[in-house]
């Protein structure tokens, strides 16, 4: 069954379109990117598909269930708000402890999951401090813990990295990759090199509109430039300028740019100037420091989409 | 189930914010007060020098005095101490977004509204509880024993009495996110039931007359207010359908 399923989500505030039509897909045991400038639409995205917020119009689905359906969602998801808010005279035992309660998990199985998920979050030693004294990050952490309390079959996060170190942040990252299989996670943030490194798909919003849905390597496929950087030592700028030139009227090269010791040539043929490139850099005699043929990051993907020079999905 | 678990933590909070703590004492202390004052009031006066020509007007104290002390006194606290306790019981968890993290969980909206409110029946019951015992036993030591049985009816219809600002505060609560626009509220109605109490046909249907009627029983009267019984219990369960009709269509 897929995981998660919108078509022709709209959710309206007044004159103001949160989403407008927003369609997507995830499937299940996925980790599914959810890419957006500020007031795309993730957040409200997510508030509808956990149930928190109703549609102006369209369906979601989550696990089979109606998103609408707020109850029987309730039991299936697991969720962490952009900024976890907690009741900060509960100790992050209490409230993990209070959370499986909610879930009628049976006292020696509750005992056992909140020490484990404390432990898998890295709040053990801090369990037994009241939440009122934990940094932001350590609030990030617990909201994570409590949103795996009742094994969920898709986890929501809203931006669960932001608030994290450097360290905090690769532990999340490993903590949603482990997940992979077990649950399907829908994860919203603007980070995109954590979605580059944990995300099987990715989508992007924006206006409220899906822009692009696809997996990550076909994103990456899609949007591949087809060029080749050059750098060479300093103090040999003009040679590479030279030689650049000898190779603007080749057939296989379509533009080229030098900026310092460093050149890019936009090619028609990839493959093609790979081999005659580098044949031609060894005859030069040029001291190469680098050469590279460029793969497009996710960041320049999102920047081409958002800017509308991205295909449709 | 769930509603024991949302309850145990609504008292939890009661107690780890110390909103219980000064529930009780306030109640507690001014138990102990009202017959103290009733009693010493002549001694009070003499002992500052501006007053003293007055203290031989105060007729001798007697067990009403310190009756009609501990309504007034401990009545008013209660009352003032509801709307500020209530205030933001729901609105502070919609604002702050702990309503928000614990309702996407299977814990429905009523348990959410409901169990605020007994936690705020625990917190006010057990404080006019402990107001009570300190009163009866300084009554008791100070003039004379008083009847058991009117006492706790008293007490009682002070509370329901208290009970009916607490609903309409809880209602007010889940309408805003603001604390301010739920005490707002609370204040709103004790005025307008005060206005409304000054039309004799209403007034005796009125939640004020629970106060009159337990006086009554204290002082050996038997003019029973069943009216003002049943409207304060209709508005509390009012307030409480009110609070949950409005919070379950309500977007967090």
Known sequence: MTAIITRDLKKFYGSVHALDGLSLTVQPGTVFGFLGPNGAGKTTTIRLLTGLSRPTSGTATVSGVDARQSRKIARIIGYLPEEPAFYRWMTGYEFIDYTARIFHISTGERSRRVKELLELVGLAEAAKRRIGGYSRGMRQRLGIAQALVNQPEVLFLDEPVSALDPTGRKEVLDLIDSLRGKCTVFMSTHILADVERVCDSIGIIDKGKMIVEAPQSELMGRFTIPAIEVEVIAGHEKDLEKWLKSLRNLSWVKNTQVDGTKARLTVKDLEKARKELFHALNTTGLPVQRFEVVTPTLEDIFLQVINGKGGAK | ?252
Do not use: C
């Not at chain 2, 024991?4 to 001014?30: A, G, Y």
């Not at chain 2, 304060?232 to 269509?249: D, N, P, Q, T, Y």
């Open chain 2, 1 to 252: 189930m769930t509603f024991l678990t949302q309850l145990r933590k609504e008292i939890m909070e009661q107690f780890r914010t110390r909103r219980f703590l000064t529930v009780f004492i306030v109640l507690l202390v001014w138990g102990m007060l009202s017959p103290l004052t009733a009693k010493f009031i002549g001694e009070i006066f003499n002992s500052i020098p501006a007053m003293a020509p007055y203290a031989a007007l105060i007729p001798p104290p007697t067990v009403t005095d310190a009756i009609g002390q501990y309504i007034k006194n401990v009545n008013q606290f209660m009352v003032f101490l509801a709307l500020l306790v209530t205030m933001g019981a729901v609105a502070v968890e919609k604002d702050k977004g702990t309503a928000a993290l614990m309702l996407v969980k299977p814990l429905p909206r009523s348990t959410f509204v409901i169990a605020k409110f007994l936690a705020l029946v625990f917190t006010f019951g057990l404080s006019l509880l402990a107001a009570a015992v300190a009163d009866y036993y300084y009554t008791l030591y100070l003039f004379q024993p008083m009847e058991i049985g009117p006492f706790l009816a008293l007490n009682g219809f002070m509370l329901l009495y208290t009970l009916v600002y607490v609903a309409i505060t809880l209602f007010a609560s889940t309408l805003f996110k603001s604390q301010a626009a739920a005490v707002g509220v609370g204040f709103g109605a004790l005025l307008f039931l005060a206005v409304l109490g000054s039309f004799p046909p209403l007034k005796e249907k009125l939640p004020d007359q629970l106060i009159l009627w337990g006086t009554g029983l204290m002082t050996g009267s038997h003019m029973a207010y069943w009216p003002a019984l049943l409207i304060s219990v209709g508005i509390i369960l009012a307030s409480l359908l009110g609070a949950w009709l409005v919070f379950r269509k309500q977007e967090l």
